[in-house]
């Protein structure tokens, strides 16, 4: 059990038999009253973000988030194949607990992926991939005034913004988190 006053950003704890992770909190001691804890918070399952205040002594049970790497084998229509690493189990995924991810994802790449009780509610991509252009429109020359984009469809599928200059066959780095061009390797 954790007190509402030891929440500190990154810590997870259930309540209402959902998980969640703090934020952001503050400890409030108002002239009158009693003190208590002001919290933003994440729901880990539904990603929704509430803010609430509650009493320091308030106790919420621990949430116990698991995190494997597994490795990406292969999609077969609605679902995407993960392997774990160590016991080589393989794991069928729906679109929905891969969404984010899978765009930056060719087979056999290795991505995070969290288990709450024992069931998938996310699927990181690592923070920085290297993907192939497969297809974008030929920069024009003399067209370089600063901060030029323009769309790019990479292997695995994925659209993004990449510089004039990006070709088709080039590889590019990528975030992953924001989904934005970082370097042409």
């Known amino acids: 059990m954790i007190s509402a006053g030891e929440f500190r950003k990154g810590v997870t704890f259930e309540m209402n038999g ?23 918070y994440k729901n880990l399952v ?63 790449d290795s991505a995070n992926v969290k288990f709450y009780q024992g069931k998938v509610f996310q699927v990181e991509a690592p923070n920085f991939v290297e993907l192939s252009v497969v297809e974008t429109e030929p920069g024009v020359k003399g067209d370089t005034a600063s901060n030029v984009t323009k769309s790019a469809k990479l292997e695995t599928g994925a659209t993004i913004q990449v510089p004039l200059f990006v070709n088709e066959g080039d590889v590019v780095k990528v975030d992953t988190r924001t989904g934005t061009y970082i370097s042409r390797l």
């Not at 959902?18 to 933003?40: I, N, S």
Request: charged residues 30%.
């Open 46 to 108: 539904t990603g929704a973000t509430k803010e609430g205040a509650f009493n320091p002594n308030d106790k919420f049970p621990r949430a116990h988030i698991e995190s494997k790497e597994m490795q990406f084998l292969y999609s077969d229509g609605d679902l995407y194949y993960f392997m774990d690493n160590e016991t080589y189990e393989q794991i069928p995924l729906t679109k929905e607990d891969v969404e984010d991810a899978i765009k930056f994802l060719k087979e056999n």
């Open 18 to 40: 959902e998980p969640y992770v703090v934020l952001d909190f503050q400890h409030v001691k108002p002239g009158k009253g009693a003190a208590f804890v002001r919290t933003k």
